[in-house]
């Protein structure tokens, strides 16, 4: 399983932005993919959660009604939009994958990662 997670950058706060998960190596069905994210000097944190096969998601209260994670099958891709973006939400963006349930908030139960990208809001 090869996880690439892209779309980071600069922006400011209030704005918008789009990450990508490209997942390869074998059929996702079954899987649970995730977003994680890391700020500095913190530890790393869930962000949300979905259901490859049905499409269930769920997130942290933190990005709860701001982020929004779907996926595309046909493109074996993941994605985390990010609306009204706060300087709070500066950090390094995982994905990563589980063989499961995406009832799973805590990092040790995902098996495969990702690269993270950085996505930075200034106030």
């Known amino acids: 399983v090869q996880l690439q997670a892209f779309g980071g950058g600069l922006v400011q706060a209030g704005d918008s932005l789009r990450l990508s998960c490209a997942a390869s190596?074998?059929?996702?069905?079954?899987?649970?993919l995730g977003w994680f994210r890391q700020a500095p000097g913190k530890e790393r944190e869930f962000v949300g959660v979905?259901?490859?096969?049905?499409?269930?998601?769920y997130y942290a209260d933190s990005v709860k009604g701001r982020f929004t994670i779907s996926r595309d099958s046909a493109k074996n891709t993941v994605y985390l939009q990010m609306n009204k973006l706060k300087p709070e939400d500066t950090a390094v963006y995982y994905c990563?994958?589980?063989?499961?349930?995406?009832?799973?908030?805590?990092?040790?139960?995902?098996?495969?990662w990702g690269q993270g990208t950085l996505v930075t809001v200034s106030s």
């Open positions: 990563a994958a589980r063989v499961g349930s995406y009832f799973a908030t805590a990092a040790r139960y995902y098996n495969y």
């Open positions: 979905i259901s490859w096969s049905g499409g269930g998601t």
């Open positions: 190596g074998r059929s996702f069905s079954g899987f649970a």
